[in-house]
């Protein structure tokens, strides 16, 4: 689908990767793609075509029952076999991408007042990643992690990645759209 969408200058402005997953399994769940300037994939279904459990084929869209869509779409598995979705979709956007890979207290940071922010710098975790990165806690500006985090929600597309068993790092994906691809 990414492949098609390129070619044809088309885009879902939702922050849903999708590589390895069908859109089948994306919107079923209700929760891909959701931030504070996108949708949810599922809120892009404009039509969705299934066989239900005695193997009756239906088809629900925005144009006939509006009230039913999103429902529909977000399945959670029990609406039967989907078996064609129809997306709606926009012109496709130019983007500057702005990723960065940091240590999970920089992404998120804690406010500078909140109880314990101090003794969180003396973490063995903490200290160990900005020693590898030559860094020492002094490095640490809280005031400007917490700008950057406020800006980060704003953008037209904002992701967060954390892995609890590598634990430290935290991977940011952000970007911004700067008009259509012409």
Request: proline letters at 8%.
């Given at each position: 689908m990414r492949l098609w969408c390129i070619k044809n200058g088309y885009q879902y402005k939702s922050n849903v990767i999708m590589v390895e997953v069908n859109v089948?399994?994306?919107?079923?769940?209700c929760s891909h793609g959701a931030g504070i300037n996108t949708q949810t994939l599922s809120d892009y279904i404009y039509e969705i075509e299934f066989i239900d459990h005695k193997g009756v084929r239906h088809t629900i869209s925005k144009r006939t029952e509006?009230?039913?869509i999103l429902s529909a779409a977000s399945n959670l598995g029990?609406?039967?076999?989907?078996?064609?979705?129809?997306?709606?979709?926009?012109?496709?956007?130019?983007?500057?991408?702005?990723?960065?890979?940091?240590?999970?207290?920089?992404?998120?940071?804690?406010?500078?007042?909140y109880p314990n922010a101090e003794a969180r710098k003396n973490r063995p975790e903490y200290i160990k990643w900005l020693q590898k990165h030559g860094k020492n806690t002094n490095d640490l500006d809280w005031e400007?992690?917490?700008r950057l985090f406020k800006e980060a929600i704003h953008k037209t597309y904002c992701e967060w990645f954390y892995f609890p068993v590598e634990g430290v790092h935290v991977f940011e994906n952000c970007f911004?759209?700067?008009g259509k691809k012409t």
């Open positions: 089948c399994g994306a919107i079923g769940t509006p009230e039913l029990l609406l039967g076999i989907v078996i064609y979705v129809t997306l709606e979709m926009e012109t496709l956007d130019i983007i500057e991408f702005q990723p960065r890979n940091t240590y999970k207290d920089f992404t998120v940071p804690w406010p500078k007042n400007n992690n917490f911004n759209t700067y």
